[in-house]
C-alpha cells in the first residue's frame, strides 16, 4: 500500500509538472505575442502619417494606371471603329459597282470587284476574332488542353497559315531544322495562335523582300528544368516605345497613324497566352 501511495503521489507530481512546462510556454507564447503586438501599435503610432500618405500615394498611382488603361482602350475603339467603317465602305461600295456593272464590265475588272470584297471580309473577320479570342482568354472561358506536341510542326502550321501575308510581302520564312527532342506540353491551339501573331506581326511591320528567322536554344527555367527557347527575329521597323508597351492591350503609338488589323491586340494575346502556360 505504501509503494502504490508513493507510485500515485508521484504520478500526480509528473502531471503537475508536466501541465506547469505546459503553461509555462504557452505563457511565454501569450507574451511574445503581446510584445509584438506592442510593438506594432507603437509603430503605427508613430508612422501612421508616413503609412497613410504611402496608402493615398498608391492608391493614387492605381487610379492614374485605371485611367490611363480605360483612355487606351477608348483611343483603341475609337480607332477600330474608323478601320471597320473604312472596310465596311470598301465592301458596300465594290459590291455596288459590281451589282451596277455586272452586265457591262470585263470578267477580270468583276473578279477584282470580288477579290477586294474577299480580302476586306478577311480583314474584318481577323479583327472580330482577335477581340473575341482576347476576351475570352482574361474571362478563363477557353480551356487549357495540356499534351505533349510536336512544337516544331506548331511553327511550321503557323508559318503556313501566314502564306498569303508573306507571300504578298516577299517575305522568305527560314525555320532552323530541331534536330533533337521535338516534343513538349502545351495547348496546341493556343501555342498556334501565339506562333501566328508573332509571325503576322513579324510581317506586318517588315519592308517587302525582308527575311524572318526562327530558331531554337536550350536553356533552363527558374528551378533548373530543362526548355526550349524559340526566338522569331525579323527585320522589321522595330519598336521605338518602352519594350513594356509592346504588350498591353489597346496600346497603339502616338505616331502610328495607319492601324493594321492586330494593332494593339496581337502581342497582347501572345502575353495572355504565355500566362496561361505558366
Known amino acids: 500500500a505504501?509503494?502504490?501511495?508513493?507510485?500515485?503521489?508521484?504520478?500526480?507530481?509528473?502531471?503537475?509538472?508536466?501541465?506547469l512546462y505546459v503553461l509555462r510556454k504557452e505563457n511565454k507564447l501569450l507574451e511574445k505575442q503581446r510584445n509584438e503586438a506592442q510593438q506594432k501599435l507603437i509603430y503605427l503610432q508613430t508612422n501612421s502619417e508616413d503609412i497613410i500618405s504611402d496608402g493615398v500615394s498608391n492608391a493614387?498611382?492605381?487610379?492614374?494606371?485605371?485611367?490611363q488603361q480605360s483612355l487606351q482602350k477608348t483611343r483603341y475603339i475609337a480607332k477600330k471603329s474608323h478601320a471597320l467603317r473604312n472596310i465596311l465602305h470598301?465592301?458596300?461600295?465594290?459590291?455596288?459597282?459590281?451589282?451596277m456593272k455586272?452586265?457591262?464590265?470585263?470578267?477580270?475588272k468583276m473578279k477584282g470587284f470580288f477579290q477586294y470584297i474577299a480580302d476586306s471580309g478577311h480583314k474584318l473577320e481577323h479583327i472580330l476574332e482577335e477581340l473575341v479570342y482576347l476576351s475570352k482568354l482574361e474571362c478563363n472561358h477557353i480551356d487549357k488542353d495540356i499534351t505533349e506536341h510536336n512544337i516544331y510542326k506548331a511553327v511550321k502550321q503557323s508559318v503556313d497559315?501566314?502564306?498569303?501575308?508573306?507571300?504578298?510581302?516577299?517575305?522568305?520564312?527560314?525555320?532552323?531544322?530541331?534536330?533533337?527532342?521535338?516534343?513538349?506540353?502545351?495547348?496546341?491551339?493556343?501555342?498556334?495562335?501565339?506562333?501566328?501573331?508573332?509571325?503576322?506581326?513579324a510581317a506586318t511591320h517588315?519592308?517587302?523582300?525582308?527575311?524572318?528567322?526562327?530558331?531554337?536554344?536550350?536553356?533552363?527555367?527558374?528551378?533548373?528544368?530543362p526548355a526550349k527557347k524559340i526566338i522569331i527575329k525579323d527585320q522589321g521597323y522595330g519598336f521605338s516605345?518602352?519594350?513594356?508597351?509592346?504588350f498591353e492591350k489597346y496600346y497603339i503609338p502616338e505616331n502610328k497613324d495607319k492601324m493594321s488589323p492586330d494593332a494593339g491586340l496581337g502581342l497582347a494575346i501572345c502575353d495572355e497566352i504565355v500566362l496561361k502556360h505558366n
Open 60 to 67: 493614387e498611382e492605381e487610379k492614374q494606371q485605371i485611367l
Open 2 to 19: 505504501f509503494t502504490m501511495c508513493i507510485g500515485h503521489n508521484l504520478i500526480q507530481q509528473v502531471e503537475t509538472a508536466i501541465e
Open 161 to 201: 497559315h501566314q502564306s498569303s501575308l508573306l507571300d504578298e510581302k516577299d517575305i522568305s520564312v527560314d525555320i532552323e531544322m530541331l534536330i533533337d527532342n521535338q516534343r513538349f506540353e502545351f495547348d496546341k491551339e493556343m501555342i498556334v495562335t501565339l506562333f501566328d501573331n508573332l509571325i503576322s506581326n
Open 241 to 246: 516605345q518602352p519594350l513594356d508597351k509592346a
Open 90 to 99: 470598301g465592301i458596300l461600295s465594290f459590291a455596288n459597282i459590281g451589282i
Open 102 to 108: 455586272r452586265g457591262s464590265a470585263a470578267p477580270e
Open 206 to 225: 517588315s519592308d517587302k523582300g525582308k527575311k524572318v528567322q526562327i530558331s531554337f536554344e536550350d536553356c533552363l527555367l527558374d528551378e533548373d528544368l
